[in-house]
């Protein structure tokens, strides 16, 4: 790339950052029904738009043909006339969530006479940086635009004509709705270059969150001059302890891997108490086999069945999002959150147990953004929560952890009323 | 520097950061009985060393005068007799500050059976730089504690000696309670190299608090590869309206100004409504010059009264932290937020008003870490927001926003509580 095209990119995100920048105050402002109507005009303009989506997104799919994309990115690329419902369907569903913006909580008058609390207001200009699906353009357009902020959003570039057309339908919603169309704004160009200036924008860009590839998400934390809501793995654990309850054991194990596979919230190893090990594995090995799932095992669990592979320190640490499963034999709780420390991600462990003192120890011990007893692994998420909607699972413990929905997308500031008060 | 010294000092900072990530475990599970015992047993220590403590900081107080320090360093880095008494209140107060970790909120049933809350953890591993005050060492090793957390402290290098002997009374307390000794360390060396590194550890230390000039926290921020939790500048506003009530604007605008003078929160700008601005201003002009103020002002501010210096756009711009006060008549509401919006800098702001709706604009639209109605900026602190501590005052929005107490320095997990539900 030569230094005059350089320039230019840079120049470009300027003045992206900049009109972001104006349209997020413009946005804080804004009052709940003028924000929910802006979602509810962008329903309007996506019906009426439906030849042109798909038309456009037609377009992204014969070039990403010719590409050779696989059949996996193909299908994340697609834009159906049922995935079309569901963006509509979910641009309902937040323009339905309550408004986070301007709650004051914890009012309190304090000892000198001023009564404090804190407002929730916008985080400001959050920019997304994300694969090639269409929907998400929508969906994460639609969660800020609620929260009140501000847009950046760059889509892979795969997906660049259907962006740009969804980008139009928004920016007719916000139009609609006497908003600045600059709330929301597709990167029109599909540089690389672009990503590393909107990650080192801090005048202009308040929150970066990547989703996508792991790859993608470490290059961006190591660039980024603004705070980053991310995501690196899900390696997920369920320890079956002691005293466990058979049943219960049986079906959150299967739950949790079997549910499932490609998700971050899967079980990746299962952790057994010694003492109840044969007893719990000897039917879950034989269930997992059935469904066709890899089992790599310690020596322990290789010797209550055959056909369980060796197990190296590499399976310990290995995100399958596939049907192969881990399973170590432990000696004690102890031993099973110190394979979790080592070894997990901090994303979500479960343990099934009907011991009250080993659950507390449990959930206040292992320092995963979801902490689990008897449920399955893959309730780790935004909707299960009640939050509505997810922008993304942070594994991060800064500012947002766990499933992240609207109240992830802001902030809060103090308010103080007084009647004339001055500090002594 | 050479390049071994440079490996040693990286190595002396690993070293420092893996003892700091394995004491923050053992800190996380800490009961709250044991960590008030680690803070009351360092005041037994500190009780017992004063002696020691004082000739630490005769050696740090007499280098200092050797190498030039000017008189406001050195009282800074000054500990006297009554200085340690106010480090051994505040350990007290931290001691009786309720524990924050472990909390569990918003506990709820969902529609799938399980129940889903948020339980208040520890951030891990707290990084703190800071100049030369002594004190600060005790202070921000005590909230990290009490939040338990485990923390890197790097004081500034003319105190080494008072921080070290400091380290030894904190370092004794948390031996007493049978915590870690690593759970405080304050390093040893006064290398800016070792600093570089403790930004950039994200495996060993989770966030950097940088307490200092703005020289120091810009570049602590330019290098940072872990979040910061910061404070840059304090150019804090008080808006009269046309209608605020006399007494009151005169009161809090005099309190602003002139409580204290070189604090982040004393008021630096005056914005005055065009409708009042002979009335209001006269009597305060007259009082801020009988102060020794020195005034400068917009030229509708200078036609009211002599001795006005003419403000120029710098001013607008300027924390003076000193007697200086620059005054700006407006004409309307939207144009004081115009001015706060621009020249401000998010730290505090407030309006004087009887107007409801315009108290209620000013609340909603100034995006500052406090905004206040009546009452003077000089609120703005953890103690009189009845945070119990403060470490410092975020004008960041992300994470911590204004004053930071204890939960700043902590984050949140989900739990979910089940009797072996599945996700269908």
Redesign the interface.
Known sequence: MTDVQQASIKDYMQALGQAARAAS?RM??ADTNTKNLALLQTITAIEASRDQLLEANHRDLEAGRQKGLDAAMLDRLELTPKRLDGVIEGLRQVAALADPI?EITDL?Y?P?G?Q?GR?R?P??VVGIIYESRPNVTVEAASLCLKAGNATLLRGGSEALHSNQALAACIASGLKAAGLPETAVQVLATTDRAAVGEMVAMPQYV??IIPRGGKGLIERIS?EARV?VIKHLDGVCHVYIDAEA?F??AQ??A???KT?RYGVCNAMETLLVHFNVAEKMLLPLLEQLQARGVEVRGCARTRAIKSGVLQATEADWYAEYLAPILAIRVVDSLDEAIDHI?RYGSQHTD?I?TENYTTARRF???V??????????T???DGF???LGAEIGISTD???A???VGLEGLT?????????????R
Do not use: W
């Not at 902030?411 to 500090?423: A, E, I």
């Open positions: 105050r804080a402002a301007g309190r304090m000198s001023i404090v407002m207001v985080l400001g308040d929150v190591r705070p309850d049943d219960k079906r959150v299967m739950n949790a549910h420390t479960a099934v959930l206040r011990e320092d995963s953004s979801s902490v689990m007893v008897n449920a399955s893959r309730f780790a299960e929560y009640g413990k800064f500012h952890r766990g499933p902030s809060q500031k103090y308010v103080v009323l007084g009647d004339g008060h001055v500090r």
